[in-house]
């Protein structure tokens, strides 16, 4: 994965920065998926440049299948650290009244 500003991924696709923000505005681009948002209220936006590129050429049933193979990774991953989490807290015995 590639993460890249805002001017180089609009450049990636020979687009403006205002056809990103279009999008991501609409919904069109995923959070999580396609871009960023930084910590900070006025942090730069990045964009995953695959996924932008994708988004850009390849026919939407391919880019859909794309999309859907982050989310099931990034489910897994939850998964797996929700349970990791789980086994590492030290909880003290229950006590009888």
């Given at each position: 994965?590639?993460?890249?500003?805002?001017e180089?991924?609009?450049?990636?696709?020979?687009?403006?920065?205002?056809?990103?923000?279009?999008?991501?505005?609409?919904g069109?681009?995923?959070?999580?998926?396609?871009?960023?948002?930084?910590?900070?209220?006025?942090?730069?936006?990045?964009?995953?440049?695959?996924?932008?590129?994708?988004?850009?050429?390849?026919?939407?049933?391919?880019?859909?299948?794309?999309?859907?193979?982050?989310?099931?990774?990034r489910?897994?991953?939850?998964?797996?650290?929700?349970?990791?989490?789980?086994n590492?807290?030290?909880?003290?015995?229950?006590?009888?009244?």
């Amino acid at each position: 994965m590639t993460i890249v500003n805002n001017e180089d991924a609009a450049k990636a696709i020979a687009h403006s920065t205002e056809y990103l923000k279009r999008a991501r505005l609409k919904g069109i681009l995923i959070e999580g998926v396609h871009y960023y948002r930084g910590t900070g209220k006025t942090s730069p936006v990045t964009y995953n440049l695959e996924m932008i590129q994708a988004w850009h050429t390849d026919p939407m049933e391919i880019h859909l299948q794309k999309i859907q193979e982050i989310l099931q990774t990034r489910q897994v991953i939850s998964a797996k650290t929700r349970c990791n989490h789980r086994n590492s807290r030290k909880v003290p015995p229950h006590r009888a009244p």
